[in-house]
């Protein structure tokens, strides 16, 4: 059977987690709900794994045209010179933390796309220098519930608190200044990375979306518009970013 020949879809590479299946073999894990979103967004979605050298990293990187950052466990505080609060720091992964930096890194500076999702979000503010609360609750004492995990039945589509965006941002202009989303963190961003400006926060003032200055597109979300597959407007993140992915050009991709 031939390979079919299609038009050119960005490629779009996303580091994966691990884990352990139920005899304990090491497995590295990816969200199909990511890879879903990419491909009906028009993008080809790339599992990128851990354990590599720097110079295969450099291969991969020169081979897709979006980055994109997804959920997952707590960053390690190491990684924004903080040290572990025994009772607020869950599970972390330093291995996933390494590649995911650099690649973030590379990404800013050859103004690859890029888009940030819960732990992607907090991901590309410690690449570009930022720091994190370890949780929210014990550090901010917010009264806002932000982390559903486990709550209930649906809870990944449960809406439990708003964000104002500002309106001069990407995201409003394609979804609106005010959105209910859903909730599946208990870290924040503390201090924004450099040329991260906030546009999204909760009415209680939780970072809930940033915007990289000077970049074509570096987008962050705290929410999870990927499990918001009942929501017209959600998908929008992904075509956006897509779009953007479909415009870099190759040629611009120099040797990191």
């Known amino acids: 059977m031939p390979i079919p020949r299609i038009p050119k879809r960005p490629i779009i590479g996303i580091p994966v987690g691990q884990g352990t299946n139920p005899r304990g073999a090491r497995l590295y894990t990816v969200h199909q709900l990511y890879l879903n979103a990419v491909y009906r967004s028009g993008g080809i979605p790339c599992p990128v794994p851990l354990h590599l050298d720097d110079d295969l990293y450099g291969e991969i990187f020169r081979r897709i045209d979006g980055l994109l950052l997804a959920g997952g466990e707590d960053i390690d505080p190491h990684f924004y010179d903080d040290d572990p609060k025994e009772d607020e720091i869950e599970k972390t992964d330093p291995d996933r933390d390494r590649v995911e930096l650099l690649l973030a890194r590379w990404a800013v500076a050859e103004q690859m796309p890029i888009l940030g999702i819960c732990r992607g979000h907090q991901l590309l503010n410690v690449a570009l220098g930022g720091a994190l609360y370890q949780d929210i609750h014990a550090e901010l004492g917010v009264t806002e519930t932000h982390d559903m995990r486990g709550k209930g039945e649906n809870f990944r589509q449960k809406r439990p608190h708003q964000v104002i965006l500002d309106p001069d941002s990407k995201i409003a202009r394609e979804l609106g200044a005010v959105l209910w989303v859903n909730s599946l963190h208990h870290q924040a961003v503390a201090t924004p990375g450099r040329g991260l400006r906030v546009v999204g926060m909760s009415p209680e003032g939780v970072i809930e979306a940033m915007?990289?200055?000077?970049?074509?597109?570096?987008?962050?979300?705290?929410?999870?518009?990927?499990?918001?597959?009942?929501?017209?407007?959600?998908?929008?993140?992904?075509?956006?970013?897509?779009e953007e992915a479909t415009r870099y050009h190759p040629a611009r991709k120099r040797q990191p």
């Open 211 to 242: 915007e990289l200055e000077g970049h074509p597109f570096a987008v962050t979300v705290q929410w999870h518009p990927e499990m918001l597959t009942d929501d017209a407007l959600m998908p929008r993140v992904f075509q956006l970013f897509i």
